[in-house]
């Protein structure tokens, strides 16, 4: 069974810094690419960031140089560092297993397949 | 920031239809890129529910169709039932430089 379990949230102040945690269990985090994705409060989704197995990093515009996605493939386990945070960052955040799924004609990639739970950031003075 | 957009919300009666549709550009579902759907339950966390437009995921109910044509994609919902009473979001792969994973704005489906 998968089960992605995030932690870290929490609040912090702006301009302040925090690091999230997904730990996994059932899959192995090195061989497949994982996002972070957040929902602010009762907004929709949003894409935050992937790591690939190959160790490429992409971001949304609005984190870039701000954020940095990395993993401990001994611990098995996704971070998310959120540095110079503001209040829109404020929201649920989500660790994703990315899919892969192929049949005999077509393969089925970018998407989401297993989610965690989420955890709170709340950035606020 | 969505780049795809989808109705605010739809409504159906206990056994009824309802389709949501998922409008994107050129750069993302009309470049070919497939479009994958998620449930979410009041208060949890989202759901694979259609990936690559028309498949389901192990343990989705038939009930759940996916489709598309074009610049868009639908789900569908046969045979409505209080349990999918949800936020429904597309999602799909966009080419452009400001983004990558792109999803939808989200569809509040409420079971009258």
């Known amino acids: 069974e998968v089960q992605l379990v995030e932690s870290g949230g929490g609040l912090v102040q702006p301009g302040g810094s925090l690091r999230l945690s997904c730990e996994a269990s059932g899959i192995t985090v090195s061989n497949d690419y994982m996002s972070w994705v957040r929902q602010a409060p009762g907004k929709g989704l949003e894409w935050v960031s992937v790591?690939?197995?190959?160790?490429?990093?992409y971001y949304t515009d609005s984190v870039k140089g701000r954020f940095s996605i990395s993993r401990d493939n001994s611990k098995n386990t996704l971070y998310l560092q959120m540095n110079s945070v503001r209040a829109e960052d404020t929201a649920v955040y989500y660790c994703a297993r990315g899919g892969n799924d192929c049949t005999s004609t077509h393969c089925y990639t970018w998407y989401f397949d297993f989610w965690g739970r989420g955890t709170l950031v709340t950035v606020s003075s | 920031q969505s780049v795809l957009t989808q109705p605010p919300s739809m409504s159906g009666a206990p056994g009824q239809r309802v389709t949501i549709s998922c409008t994107g550009s050129s750069s993302n579902i009309g470049a070919g890129y497939d479009v994958h759907w998620y449930q979410q339950l009041p208060g949890t966390a989202p759901k694979l529910l259609i990936y690559g437009n028309k498949n389901r995921p192990a343990g989705v109910p038939d009930r759940f169709s996916g489709s598309k044509s074009g610049t868009s994609a639908s789900l569908a919902i046969t045979g409505l039932q209080a349990e999918d009473e949800a936020d429904y979001y597309c999602?799909?792969?966009?080419?452009?430089?400001?983004?990558?994973?792109?999803f939808g704005t989200g569809t509040k489906v409420t079971v009258l």
């Open positions: 999602q799909s792969y966009d080419s452009s430089l400001s983004g990558y994973y792109v």
């Open positions: 790591l690939y197995s190959g160790g490429s990093t």
